[in-house]
T-cell receptor, first 116, second 115 residues
Framework: GENVEQHPSTLSVQEGDSAVIKCTYS??????FPWYKQELGKRPQLIID?????GEKKDQRIAVTLNKTAKHFSLHITETQPEDSAVYFC???????????????FGKGTKLSVIP | EPEVTQTPSHQVTQMGQEVILRCVPI?????FYWYRQILGQKVEFLVS????????KSEIFDDQFSVERPDGSNFTLKIRSTKLEDSAMYFC?????????????FGPGTRLTVL
């Protein structure tokens, strides 16, 4: 089955700096890679996702890059703000193939702290 | 915006008791999931459900677990005889379809505490 590794487990940055979180996956059939933000005691919420036919996707201060050959994908947050402080999870699934249940395999999470 | 809802928000039970966790997925969604998150750990897949049957389950989802869609709106997870290690946050998620839009929407979770 799929295995997703995520680094670092904790990350502290000064407000205004950039934060980068990296994930690797094992199953070459995975082609959908979402990132979820989870605030303390709350549900995971999708912040950005990328499909395997795209190398990069950006949404305001958040961007995700994907290297299918190396099976790496990364989350980049620029101009970090205190409200970005949360746990971020990467995930992978085999989406859009027309078969299967497309369950998500999550990484272990990165606790991001943005210091004002 | 429609959301996945779950009840109860917190369930405390004695070891060996049965619990039923309830979810109401988003109304036009076709795929339903249960995940669990042990405190401080990652979210783990338990089971997926499509067209009134289980489509995939993980090794965690043993004979103590079952899922059901008893009517057109609810989706339930039953744990027959709870163990201490079942203590976790249980998230329900739903997904519209398999064609081109893959986002899974998560509910707020049910915190299960087994004493």
């Amino acid at each position: 089955g799929e295995n997703v590794e995520q680094h670092p487990s904790t990350l502290s940055v000064q407000e205004g700096d950039s934060a980068v979180i990296k994930c690797t996956y094992s199953d070459s059939a995975s082609n959908y890679f979402p990132w979820y933000k989870q605030e303390l005691g709350k549900r995971p919420q999708l912040i950005i996702d990328i499909r395997s036919n795209v190398g990069e996707k950006k949404d305001q201060r958040i961007a995700v890059t994907l290297n299918k050959t190396a099976k790496h994908f990364s989350l980049h947050i620029t101009e970090t703000q205190p409200e970005d402080s949360a746990v971020y999870f990467c995930a992978a699934s085999e989406g859009d193939s027309g078969a299967g249940s497309y369950q998500l395999t999550f990484g272990k999470g990165t606790k991001l702290s943005v210091i004002p | 915006e429609p959301e996945v809802t779950q009840t109860p928000s917190h369930q405390v039970t004695q070891m060996g008791q049965e619990v039923i966790l309830r979810c109401v997925p988003i109304s036009n969604h076709l795929y339903f999931y249960w995940y669990r998150q042990i405190l401080g750990q990652k979210v783990e897949f338990l089971v997926s459900f499509y067209n009134n049957e289980i489509s995939e389950k993980s090794e965690i989802f043993d004979d103590q677990f079952s899922v059901e869609r008893p009517d057109g709106s609810n989706f339930t997870l039953k744990i027959r005889s709870t163990k201490l290690e079942d203590s976790a946050m249980y998230f329900c998620a739903s997904r519209r379809d398999f064609s081109s839009y893959n986002e899974q929407f998560f509910g707020p979770g049910t915190r299960l505490t087994v004493l």
